[in-house]
T-cell receptor
Framework: KQEVTQIPAALSVPEGENLVLNCSFT??????LQWFRQDPGKGLTSLLL?????REQTSGRLNASLDKSSGRSTLYIAASQPGDSATYLC????????????FGKGMKLTVNP | EPEVTQTPSHQVTQMGQEVILRCVPISNHLYFYWYRQILGQKVEFLVS????????KSEIFDDQFSVERPDGSNFTLKIRSTKLEDSAMYFC?????????????FGAGSRLTVL
């Protein structure tokens, strides 16, 4: 059974820092991995999707990498801003025909001005 | 930018009552999903729906739950007899491709409180 873990559960940093958020998954046979952002009381916004054949994806100040064999992904946020404060979730779809996203518990990021 | 719209944003109900949560997916999307998030816990998959039938469901999605696409625009989740443990945020999502191939667009969620 696929398990997704995100450590630490929370992070507080000063504005301007470059950040690395970690995600690990137990079954490396994934179809893809997605990073989402969740603001308090709001829905999930997809940030980046990495297919299993890809090593990384970039969007603006965000870069996500995937090391499928070791069951890890990182989300890199460059030059963090207070507006980046949110919970970041990692989710995978495991190969084998299932469509379901298996989520980690998320990491709550606070960027202080 | 196209959105997935969910109503109501918050519903409070008594245990044992029926609840219907509504979703309007993005108009050209073909795949529809419900997820839920109990406070402080992970987002969990409930059900996927394609071509007017359930394509996959989790062990959470028991006989108390049902989904329906009553017309060309709405996608509903019904809970027949709510329990306290059904209290959660329920998210609808849609995609124009199988979720492995494309990102899902999630709605803002419907918070269900069962008393």
């Amino acid at each position: 059974k696929q398990e997704v873990t995100q450590i630490p559960a929370a992070l507080s940093v000063p504005e301007g820092e470059n950040l690395v958020l970690n995600c690990s998954f137990t079954d490396s046979a994934i179809y893809n991995l997605q990073w989402f952002r969740q603001d308090p009381g709001k829905g999930l916004t997809s940030l980046l999707l990495i297919q299993s054949s890809q090593r990384e994806q970039t969007s603006g100040r965000l870069n996500a990498s995937l090391d499928k064999s070791s069951g890890r992904s990182t989300l890199y946020i460059a030059a963090s801003q207070p507006g980046d404060s949110a919970t970041y979730l990692c989710a995978v779809i495991t190969q084998g025909g299932s469509e379901k996203l298996v989520f980690g518990k998320g990491m709550k990021l606070t960027v202080n001005p | 930018e196209p959105e997935v719209t969910q109503t109501p944003s918050h519903q409070v109900t008594q245990m044992g009552q029926e609840v219907i949560l509504r979703c309007v997916p993005i108009s050209n999307h073909l795949y529809f999903y419900w997820y839920r998030q109990i406070l402080g816990q992970k987002v969990e998959f409930l059900v996927s729906f394609y071509n007017n039938e359930i394509s996959e469901k989790s062990e959470i999605f028991d006989d108390q739950f049902s989904v329906e696409r009553p017309d060309g625009s709405n996608f509903t989740l019904k809970i027949r007899s709510t329990k306290l443990e059904d209290s959660a945020m329920y998210f609808c999502a849609s995609s124009d491709l199988f979720s492995g191939a494309n990102v899902l667009t999630f709605g803002a969620g419907s918070r269900l409180t069962v008393l």
